[in-house]
């Protein structure tokens, strides 16, 4: 069964590791796509047929010129799914968090997904009703996580900018949900270039001890729990935070 067939959605953030998984799945259920990136070249092996487009989400206008791109090639949207982010290694606690690291990853991880929301909603909403938007928020938007500051307060507004969206736009039809994943099996291109083999052994190792189910979130994982907010399955479902971790958010470890 194709849950998304002939349903015309835009992911954001296209080039990274969850991108491409989520891009790869919505084809395989027959969505027609619009792929976004602030660098188009990291979007490799798209599917066939899917737009590839380059856009900064921190600047209005490229927001505002990427759906305007979607209206042209396929006259509407249904679905906008946002998983472009940055988690930069040198921004860790309060103390230790510059200025300029602050800003960039508030602009980055709140502005740009809300620039990218405001810009899609006007041709979301004329879809009258099933349409959707899906953010990438963080394990870090529903607890602390150690010397990560700057992040966790950008995700945890990324999360109540997906509820004020439902909460205003619900009865225009409009679904807005979070999905919440822990870090994935392989980090951010930001930490994954200053990271030695050696620190991500035990990263891995700490972020398996701390799910109950053992293992470390996958790209396929959160672009699972993408496909089922995009399609009429939560057709009942707006406002949530869907954690996708393992199990890592529901206990205290001793």
Not at 107 to 130: E, I, M, Y
Request: glycine share 10%.
């Amino acid at each position: 069964m194709k849950l998304l067939a002939d349903k015309v959605v835009l992911i954001t953030g296209a080039g990274s590791n969850v991108g491409r998984a989520t891009a790869k799945l919505f084809d395989d259920h027959g969505a027609k796509l619009m792929l976004s990136d602030i660098d188009p070249d990291r979007v490799t092996d798209p599917p066939a047929g899917a737009e590839i487009t380059a856009a900064d989400l921190t600047e209005k206008d490229d927001c505002q010129a990427m759906v305007g791109a979607i209206e042209d090639r396929f006259g509407g949207l249904d679905g906008l799914c946002n998983t472009a982010g940055i988690d930069p290694p040198s921004a860790r606690t309060t103390l230790e968090t510059s200025v300029e690291d602050w800003d960039l990853i508030m602009n980055v991880n709140l502005k740009g997904t809300f620039l990218s929301c405001q810009a899609a909603l006007p041709l979301l909403l004329k879809r009258r009703g099933g349409a959707t938007i899906t953010n990438i928020a963080s394990q870090g938007a529903l607890l602390t996580l150690p010397a990560m500051t700057a992040y966790g307060v950008s995700k945890a507004g990324v999360l109540q900018l997906t509820r004020q969206i439902a909460s205003d736009h619900g009865t225009d039809g409009i679904r807005a949900n979070c999905v919440c994943p822990s870090g994935l099996e392989q980090p951010s291109a930001d930490r994954l270039k200053v990271l030695s083999d050696e620190r991500l052994a035990k990263r891995a190792e700490i972020m398996q001890k701390a799910a109950p189910l053992g293992r470390v979130c996958l790209p396929e994982d959160v672009a699972n729990a993408l496909l089922f907010f995009t399609s009429h399955l939560s057709g009942f479902t707006t406002g949530s935070a869907f954690a996708v971790e393992g199990g890592a958010t529901s206990m205290i470890r001793f």
